[in-house]
């Protein structure tokens, strides 16, 4: 079935360092999002990326869509201790009715 | 607008107990969704709505049941409690156009011992 990975599974890093997360589909998805979960809460949508190559930043986060349109990625720049949660991908692929997600990454940051 | 609400906030239950765990929003989305969450995994949808009276199975529905006679509210039924069913339960909705995005419920957490 289809199927997003997404790796790392865990990252530390300390405060001040760069972050990346990269997420992969096997089929092509029409758009992905990422959500960020902190710990003990629920998922917050944090952006959408429709378009192939598509680029988004958000302050210290930048976004990425593959130009295929299978794989994206999310780098945080100069790491804050705010930044520490669980961020997920999650993808339409063509059926927009359910969202296919990814396990996630759990990033700590150590002050 | 509350977005979405979820009761209880913690449950404790025991095996074969059963319990309904309530969902509502009042965005008037008409897609509604219930995960489950394990400790430090994903998410795994369980049942998803597209509007009132239309639900559909997602990737772990055995040992559920939903409803959806209303927009509003989306109830998850929970009939023969199992130790397996221990985890944190979110109701997310969305609008049916536009941006896709997925507006998430505080969760349930729910402990079957």
């Known amino acids: 079935g289809q199927q997003v990975m997404q790796i790392p599974q865990y990252q530390h890093v300390q405060e001040g360092e760069d972050f990346t997360t990269y997420c992969n589909s096997s089929t092509t998805l029409s758009n992905i999002q990422w959500y960020k979960q902190r710990p003990g809460g629920h998922p917050v949508f944090l952006i959408q990326l429709v378009k192939s190559g598509e680029v988004k930043k958000q302050k210290r986060l930048t976004f990425q869509f593959g130009e295929a349109k299978k794989n994206s990625s999310l780098h945080i720049t100069a790491t804050q201790t705010t930044d520490v949660g669980t961020y997920f991908c999650?993808?339409?692929?063509?059926?927009?009715?359910?969202?296919?997600w990814g396990l996630g990454t759990s990033l700590a940051v150590n002050p | 607008n509350a977005g979405v609400t979820q009761t209880p906030k913690f449950r404790i239950l025991k095996i074969g107990q059963s319990m309904t765990l309530q969902c509502t929003q009042d965005m008037n989305h008409n897609y509604m969704y219930w995960y489950r969450q394990d400790p430090g995994m994903g998410l795994k949808l369980i049942y998803y709505s597209v509007g009132a009276g239309i639900t559909d199975k997602g990737e772990v529905p055995n040992g559920y049941n939903v409803s959806r006679s209303t927009t509003e509210d989306f109830p998850l039924r929970l009939e023969l409690a199992a130790p397996s069913q221990t985890s944190v339960y979110f109701c997310?909705?969305?609008?049916?156009?536009?941006?896709?995005?997925?507006?998430f419920g505080p969760g349930t957490r729910l402990l079957v011992l």
């Open positions: 999650a993808g339409n692929a063509g059926n927009n009715r359910k969202l296919i």
């Open positions: 997310a909705s969305r609008p049916t156009s536009g941006r896709e995005t997925q507006y």
